[in-house]
């Protein structure tokens, strides 16, 4: 009888890996930002000089 018992061992218990930060390269984070708002400021005086026909 005891030849059908599966016996289970506890699995070794692994330290948690440090979360990696992804490199960003060259850049910082603001200049999409600073791209977006330095585009609307282009589109906004387009407009206002009547060069989009606005």
């Known amino acids: 009888m ?3 018992v599966v ?8 330290k948690p890996e440090p ?3 992804k ?4 850049m910082p984070g ?4 600073a791209g ?7 589109i906004y005086a387009a407009q206002n000089a009547g060069l989009l026909g606005g």
């Open 19 to 21: 979360p990696v930060k």
């Open 7 to 14: 016996r289970f061992r506890q699995p070794e218990k692994k």
């Open 36 to 42: 977006l708002i330095v585009l609307a400021l282009v």
């Open 23 to 26: 490199p960003r390269g060259p």
């Open 30 to 33: 603001w200049v999409p930002f």
């Open 2 to 4: 005891s030849d059908n």
